[in-house]
């Protein structure tokens, strides 16, 4: 059972009614995770798990210390303050504490749809069970997985401040591979309302690519003109609003960081096309309605029209540099000022290029540079003269993604849409478009498919 409102507050009252440190923040949580897992178009598993969970951490004299438990009952709960508040006499200071937050005031984000946290398996094995027919047909074996997860839980502070939330999210993947294994096709989309996942979609391309995959060639790597899909650009930069840290930033450690303890702050880095927000209230992607420790989240601009527009501060940085803490962020989301154009039409307008459905193993290399090392995986194309030429062998790559996302390097911009990274299979999404950019850095080849 998922906890309620009523039941987390009283659960976090019981928690801190046992502490006697000075300061302390508890917090329960409750999930529901279920899965799906298809391959050799098979199904091969499926299962849900159900947890709760509780974790405190408490303060005295100024050092820390924290425990949790998997244990809901009073017995425990006591137990794991006890230990919290023991490891917290014998810890060095904590010199990045401040108070927990007294009361706050939330706007819900509304990320919790009912029919998403109470699926019907019946639904689920019958849209599998269309997405294996469908591979069969088209002579191609295929792989998923469909996994949905609901959360629930909040938190209560030694100074008053109580906060509840509930989300969902569903998602799938589906990988459909020639029987000779020499061609992919990838294809991942998530969303917190599971009426709007579109499971024939995410099929449908997954066997395209797979079936336009055969007979890739070999070039040699290299600068080439770039159209990644919406997805290969997630795999990207899927979570870099997250990365726009000003305390790295100012110490040196980022790639927004400037001479003499300077930021790039107010700097145009990016091409005019570029814009990322936060918005907690986007309709297709709520975030979370509390950041950077509780505080009350809001809409935030990151980028402006290629402009660096804000870095973050946590509660603890922002009271060293005597600013105000940031409320944010809780989500990417790309905008442009510019034409939005479509993946045919970034084509069209390419004499020579390459088409990138998805990179896979990503690594970063340099903070200082926002460089990043990977592959490219399950699609590839050449552009010869606006049209798909072959298909090609995969590539790794070294990019900056502030120089992918510099001035004059984003030629054309695509229609956002919500879609998560591959590597976190879609725990969580951004809102991202297809883009056309004018160099993309290929080191070397790859063999992976």
Same mark, same amino acid.
């Given at each position: 059972m998922l906890l309620t409102e009523k039941e987390t507050k009283e659960l976090n009252e019981k928690i801190l009614s046992y502490v006697k440190a000075d300061d302390a923040i508890a917090g329960v949580g409750s999930d529901k995770l279920s899965h799906l897992r298809f391959a050799g178009n098979n199904i091969l598993t499926s299962g849900t798990r159900v947890s709760r969970s509780a974790n405190v951490t408490v303060w005295i004299g100024g050092k820390r210390g924290g425990s949790s438990t998997n244990d809901l009952d009073d017995a425990s709960l006591k137990s794991m303050v006890e230990q919290a508040q023991k490891i917290a006499a014998t810890a060095p200071p904590d010199r990045e504490y401040v108070p927990t937050l007294g009361p706050q005031t939330y706007k819900p984000t509304n990320g919790y749809v009912e029919s998403t946290a109470n699926l019907s398996l019946d639904d689920r094995a019958k849209a599998i069970g269309a997405i294996i027919s469908k591979c069969e047909k088209n002579g191609v074996i295929g792989a998923g997985f469909h996994s949905a997860r609901v959360e629930a839980g909040g938190s209560l502070t030694k100074n008053g401040n109580f906060e509840y939330e509930r989300s969902t999210n569903v998602s799938l993947s589906t990988t459909a591979r020639t029987p000779d294994g020499t061609s992919s096709g990838y294809f991942l989309r998530s969303h917190f309302d599971i009426a709007k996942l579109d499971t024939q979609r995410i099929a449908n391309e997954a066997i395209r690519k797979a079936l336009e995959g055969k007979g890739a060639r070999t070039i040699e790597p290299g600068k080439y003109t770039v159209v990644l899909e919406p997805q290969a650009v997630a795999d990207l930069m899927g979570n870099f609003g997250f990365s726009l840290n000003a305390r790295n930033a100012e110490e040196g450690r980022s790639v927004f960081s400037a001479a003499g303890g300077k930021t790039r702050l107010g700097e145009k880095m990016f091409d005019e096309k570029v814009s990322l927000i936060s918005d907690p209230w986007n309709p297709e992607?709520?975030?979370?309605?509390?950041?950077?420790? @509780? #505080?009350?989240?809001?809409?935030?601009? =990151? &980028? $402006? !029209? /290629?402009?660096?527009?804000?870095?973050?501060?946590?509660?603890?940085?922002?009271?060293?540099?005597?600013?105000?803490?940031?409320?944010?962020?809780?989500?990417?989301?790309?905008?442009?000022?510019?034409?939005?154009?479509?993946?045919?039409?970034?084509?069209?307008?390419?004499?020579?290029?390459?088409?990138?459905?998805?990179?896979?193993?990503?690594?970063?290399?340099?903070?200082?540079?926002?460089?990043?090392? @990977? #592959?490219?995986?399950?699609?590839?194309? =050449? &552009? $010869? !003269? /606006?049209?798909?030429?072959?298909?090609?062998?995969n590539f790794r790559f070294n990019q900056s993604v502030t120089q992918m996302l510099g001035p004059g390097n984003v030629l054309m911009v695509g229609k956002s849409e919500r879609?998560?990274?591959?590597?976190?299979?879609?725990?969580?999404?951004?809102?991202?478009?297809?883009?056309?950019?004018?160099?993309?850095?290929?080191?070397?080849?790859?063999?992976?498919v």
């Amino acid at each position: 059972m998922l906890l309620t409102e009523k039941e987390t507050k009283e659960l976090n009252e019981k928690i801190l009614s046992y502490v006697k440190a000075d300061d302390a923040i508890a917090g329960v949580g409750s999930d529901k995770l279920s899965h799906l897992r298809f391959a050799g178009n098979n199904i091969l598993t499926s299962g849900t798990r159900v947890s709760r969970s509780a974790n405190v951490t408490v303060w005295i004299g100024g050092k820390r210390g924290g425990s949790s438990t998997n244990d809901l009952d009073d017995a425990s709960l006591k137990s794991m303050v006890e230990q919290a508040q023991k490891i917290a006499a014998t810890a060095p200071p904590d010199r990045e504490y401040v108070p927990t937050l007294g009361p706050q005031t939330y706007k819900p984000t509304n990320g919790y749809v009912e029919s998403t946290a109470n699926l019907s398996l019946d639904d689920r094995a019958k849209a599998i069970g269309a997405i294996i027919s469908k591979c069969e047909k088209n002579g191609v074996i295929g792989a998923g997985f469909h996994s949905a997860r609901v959360e629930a839980g909040g938190s209560l502070t030694k100074n008053g401040n109580f906060e509840y939330e509930r989300s969902t999210n569903v998602s799938l993947s589906t990988t459909a591979r020639t029987p000779d294994g020499t061609s992919s096709g990838y294809f991942l989309r998530s969303h917190f309302d599971i009426a709007k996942l579109d499971t024939q979609r995410i099929a449908n391309e997954a066997i395209r690519k797979a079936l336009e995959g055969k007979g890739a060639r070999t070039i040699e790597p290299g600068k080439y003109t770039v159209v990644l899909e919406p997805q290969a650009v997630a795999d990207l930069m899927g979570n870099f609003g997250f990365s726009l840290n000003a305390r790295n930033a100012e110490e040196g450690r980022s790639v927004f960081s400037a001479a003499g303890g300077k930021t790039r702050l107010g700097e145009k880095m990016f091409d005019e096309k570029v814009s990322l927000i936060s918005d907690p209230w986007n309709p297709e992607l709520p975030g979370s309605q509390s950041a950077n420790g @509780g #505080l009350p989240a809001e809409r935030i601009a =990151m &980028i $402006e !029209n /290629g402009v660096l527009k804000t870095l973050t501060y946590n509660r603890f940085w922002a009271k060293q540099k005597n600013v105000e803490p940031t409320r944010g962020p809780v989500n990417t989301i790309f905008q442009t000022s510019g034409p939005i154009s479509t993946i045919e039409e970034m084509i069209k307008s390419t004499e020579k290029g390459v088409l990138v459905g998805r990179f896979w193993y990503i690594r970063g290399t340099d903070p200082r540079t926002a460089s990043s090392t @990977g #592959l490219t995986r399950d699609g590839v194309w =050449m &552009i $010869e !003269n /606006g049209k798909i030429a072959y298909p090609l062998r995969n590539f790794r790559f070294n990019q900056s993604v502030t120089q992918m996302l510099g001035p004059g390097n984003v030629l054309m911009v695509g229609k956002s849409e919500r879609v998560g990274g591959s590597e976190g299979g879609g725990a969580s999404a951004s809102l991202l478009p297809a883009l056309k950019l004018k160099e993309f850095n290929f080191t070397s080849q790859s063999e992976a498919v």
